[in-house]
């Protein structure tokens, strides 16, 4: 794809406003590691494969959470209900404990921590990585999956989490 556009990519500013116009789910990645719970917030999560079942999500390279999630024999998928915006901020910011309270969570059955009141766990097994861009795209094979609250999405849009209204029906 860069052969038939040669150096015509576009600034980081003016994508990074054009992608803002793009509204994504919100989840948030946890995992057991060293005896300690890492986490992290995604909006770049999405499904891959019915089969095998595949989902992905991307972490930025300079992430200082990373290595330790990284590392983690597998890791749950938290997947946001729209009342969990204070989570999602929680688990985006840096140099705090992300696990005390006021986060409630407790452990799944393989050790990844399991975030309360969401609306669905994915555990998922490590199934690829790769370098794209500065990114590092993670594809993980699930492995179980709970579902608890089947209400609205937490969405991502504008810089801002907020929540998914539906049209009216005809």
């Known amino acids: 794809m860069t052969e038939t556009l040669p150096g015509r990519a576009v600034g ?24 300690v719970p890492v986490g992290l917030t995604a909006t770049s999560f999405s499904s891959v494969s019915l089969e095998p079942p595949l989902v992905s999500f991307y972490v930025d390279r300079s992430s200082t959470t990373w290595p330790q999630l ?31 309270p006021p986060t409630r969570w407790r452990p799944g059955p393989l050790g990844a921590p399991l975030l ?45 989490f907020g929540r998914f209204l539906p049209h009216p029906e005809d």
């Open 70 to 100: 990284g590392a983690a024999d597998h890791f749950a998928v938290n997947i946001l209900a729209s009342d969990q915006a204070d989570v999602a901020a929680r688990f985006a910011r840096k140099n705090v404990d992300r696990f005390a």
């Open 116 to 160: 309360q009141d969401v609306s669905a766990h994915l555990l998922c097994l490590p199934y690829e990585r790769a370098e794209v861009g500065d990114h590092i795209l993670v594809v993980g094979m699930v492995a179980e999956v709970e579902t608890h609250n089947t209400g609205r999405p937490l969405l991502y849009h504008q810089g801002r």
């Open 12 to 35: 980081a500013d003016s994508f990074r406003r054009a992608l803002a116009v793009h509204a994504s789910g919100v989840v948030v990645i946890t995992a057991q590691s060293g005896g």
